[in-house]
């Protein structure tokens, strides 16, 4: 077996997520269906004033260089952390992982003008762990013409994918994407696309009214009732018309859209009935592409899976196919998204691609990542 590490923090610029995963000999595991284990999973809190600092450098802002750099070394310290954590809970030393595949946070993704910016400071990283860092794992598919997103259909594909059955596999993160997994046996190829807002604009919202960072359960939500007018005129943005590739993040889906919105919508709409709607419109567009690919099954991962109304709500929009989480095909939820870093972290070690060009639009199969090295082992 191989261990490598992947590391998380997405667009609800929440936590840090890290799996340490197993991967069968790579003779092996590049085979659709390869086997892997979940080793470990640990996860802490981005601190306060580094979420809010993450937060402001979504927009221009004085001196955002510096800043941007000082973010970065903060969040790379929570990012050594949680690897802390992990060799800790495994009980396994930093000599047995070949390589951690750190994601970094996004605070502009743009691939229309071509590029897009995680921060994440590497070289720090490597150094605090002694471990190889795979970062930058974006800008490869960005320079190929691609949205450089998601990533992570490549990785369902190859462990979720089944031969007999169209799934989709659904990560509720910040930003709610699909992969779209034909059977196995055809040579359809896998799409995957960023939906829409989930987490995102649930968690703002509810911090700005109810002081929680977030509507645990959705049971706030819950008591609300959808406003079928205000949603209406949020599934017309005109992102969600846009057939895929396509990506989004913070830099459309963010309070000040949510505010423009609202400011637009006749009358005043409860704040709760708002968070309602903004569950629906999560449900309404993810389950839309599942019904349009035709998924037998649906697989939720992420934060989002953990949100009982949303879930609900998801479960109501996919009929008939059911909805479960991921647990059932033998990965935590909140585990998913983080290794599948650590898959393309062994990708780029073993000189592989690890995009997807009919998901992300690339004009082909890239390498992704680049290395930054630790200091020589004794």
């Not at 471990?131 to 490549?154: M, S």
């Not at 709607?277 to 309404?284: D, G, K, N, P, R």
Request: hydrophobic fraction near 45%.
């Amino acid at each position: 077996m191989r261990r490598f590490i992947g590391l998380m923090s997405g667009t609800s610029v929440d936590a840090v997520d890290g799996a340490l995963v197993e991967f069968e000999p790579r003779s092996d595991f590049h085979s659709h269906g390869a086997g892997l284990r979940t080793t470990a999973f640990a996860s802490r809190p981005i601190r306060p004033a580094l979420r809010d600092e993450l937060e402001a450098l979504q927009s221009p802002g004085a001196d955002e260089l510096a800043r941007a750099a000082l973010a970065a070394n903060a969040l790379s310290d929570t990012y050594a952390e949680v690897v802390a954590d992990l060799l800790a809970a495994s009980g396994c030393p930093a000599t047995s992982i070949a390589a951690i595949g750190a994601h970094g946070q996004t605070v502009r993704h743009r691939p229309e003008l071509g590029y897009t910016i995680q921060l994440l400071n590497p070289a720090r990283l490597a150094e605090a762990t002694g471990i190889t860092v795979v970062c930058d794992l974006r800008a490869a598919d960005v320079a190929a013409g691609g949205q450089g997103a998601p990533l992570a259909p490549a990785f369902h594909a190859q462990v979720f994918r089944h031969d007999g059955e169209r799934r989709a596999v659904v990560n509720l993160g910040g930003i709610a994407n699909v992969s779209l997994l034909p059977p196995g046996a055809l040579a359809d190829p896998v799409i995957g696309f960023d939906t829409g807002p989930a987490n995102t604009l649930l968690d703002a919202w509810c911090r700005r009214h109810t002081g929680a960072d977030f509507d645990r359960d959705g049971d706030w939500a819950r008591g609300g009732q959808v406003d079928a007018a205000l949603l209406a005129a949020w599934l017309a943005e005109p992102y969600f018309g846009l057939a895929p590739p396509k990506s989004t993040g913070r830099d459309l889906f963010n309070a000040d859209w949510l505010d423009r919105t609202l400011a637009r919508h006749p009358g005043a709409t409860p704040p709760r009935d708002v968070q309602a709607t903004l569950i629906e419109l999560s449900a309404a567009t993810v389950g839309r592409a599942c019904r349009d690919f035709g998924a037998e099954r649906v697989f939720v991962c992420g934060g989002g899976a953990r949100n009982a109304f949303m879930m609900e709500r998801l479960a109501a929009h996919c009929a008939p196919a059911p909805v479960a989480s991921t647990q059932g095909l033998g990965i935590d939820p909140q585990a998913v998204e983080a290794a599948a870093f650590a898959w393309l972290a062994a990708r780029r070690i073993d000189g592989l691609a690890g995009n997807l060009a009919s998901v992300t639009g690339a004009r082909g199969a890239r390498v992704l990542g680049l290395l930054a090295e630790p200091r020589p082992r004794d």
